[in-house]
């Protein structure tokens, strides 16, 4: 089988395409044809280098495709079940904790950047009939983690209104799943060709902060001049404008840090506001297993931009830095 490998120094010129032997599963183990991918911003910094890797791990935490068979004591999947790998390889269920976080797909053990995996079953979710293989490639990062934010850690109630900043994969997911939850959503944005798609998508207001450097201001007149109750925070930086946006004790998810800025606020603010802060790395194998239900159940699709080969992944990588996508960039078999 083929597959990425990374070579040490990590970096767009050191993806490295391999043949490797396909291993059997073993006892609770899948084997699974991958037939998708796509690409998060974790995955940028592992193959940049930015995070650190070992010579020879495969990328990308984002997976899905097909099982081709199963070991013994496999009761949950069968062969020919669809199925969507986890981002963790050990955080099943439960709360966060250092060990059920330490081992990040991708990064700290092997990704999906291969045409076929070998995996502990409790690694994957059923994949929903309603999503094609590709489209559920898009879910295990990007979409879990707005998820998290908005339905665990929130939880965003119907009538509720939330803030997204920018319009990345996290963000995306995040209108969609604010929309699906029966929130008013306005969004942050540089671009005004972006800003007819987030409309588009159901954002209630898009705001170009451009355009607007005060958009704080401009949040509360659009939120019953009380502020928002909900913050998706991709950027990190600089959050006096964020907390001036809330109302008092709405809730603000830090995802990510984009801006690659220490976070910084006016503590006061925080506190005199109320302000309750969630810091969220993805989701736990439960979580998705209840995303993915809700998917398809109300028939959620995913916003795709371009598709590449798995042997053009430094293309799709170099891609994504352009920051033209509108919606998640993927591989496909």
């Not at 059923?126 to 983690?145: G, V």
């Not at 929130?154 to 209104?161: D, F, H, L, M, R």
């Not at 007819?196 to 949040?219: F, M, Q, T």
């Not at 991709?234 to 964020?242: A, E």
Request: hydrophobic share 45%.
């Amino acid at each position: 089988m083929k597959r990425i490998e990374i070579a040490l120094p990590a970096s767009l010129d050191n993806l490295k395409l391999v043949e490797r032997p396909i291993r059997r599963p073993g006892a609770g183990e899948l084997l699974v044809k991958v037939q998708a991918n796509s690409l998060n911003f974790h995955d940028a910094l592992v193959v940049r280098g930015i995070l650190t890797s070992a010579a020879g791990r495969v990328p990308l935490s984002d997976g899905a495709g097909e099982v081709v068979e199963t070991g013994a004591d496999v009761s949950e999947f069968k062969a020919g079940d669809r199925v969507t790998g986890t981002f963790f390889a050990n955080w099943a269920e439960g709360p966060a904790t250092l060990e059920r976080i330490a081992q990040m797909r991708g990064e700290h053990v092997d990704g999906f950047a291969s045409e076929y995996v070998t995996l502990p079953a409790n690694q994957f979710t059923h994949t929903p009939a309603s999503l094609t293989d590709t489209q559920a490639a898009t879910l295990p990062c990007a979409a879990l983690t707005a998820w998290r934010a908005l339905r665990v850690a929130g939880p965003v109630q119907p009538g509720e209104t939330v803030l997204v900043k920018g319009s990345g994969g996290v963000s995306i997911f995040a209108l969609q799943f604010a929309r699906l939850l029966g929130a008013q959503v306005i969004v942050l944005t540089s671009s005004a060709k972006k800003a007819e798609k987030l409309r588009h998508l159901g954002a209630s207001h898009v705001i170009n902060y451009r355009e607007v450097p005060a958009w704080d201001n401009l949040v509360r007149q659009l939120s019953n001049g009380v502020g928002v109750d909900h913050v998706v925070d991709v950027v990190g930086g600089d959050l006096t404008q964020t907390l001036k946006a809330m109302r008092v004790n709405a809730h603000l998810s830090l995802i990510g840090g984009l801006s690659r800025q220490p976070i910084q606020f006016p503590t006061f603010a925080a506190v005199t506001g109320n302000i309750r802060m969630s810091a969220i790395t993805v989701g736990s194998r439960e979580h998705q297993v209840e995303m993915m239900r809700i998917i398809e159940q109300t028939q959620l699709q995913p916003v795709l931009d371009r598709h590449f080969e798995l042997p053009a992944l430094g293309d799709a990588f170099r891609y994504m830095e352009t920051q033209l996508h509108f919606g998640k960039i993927v591989i496909t078999r």
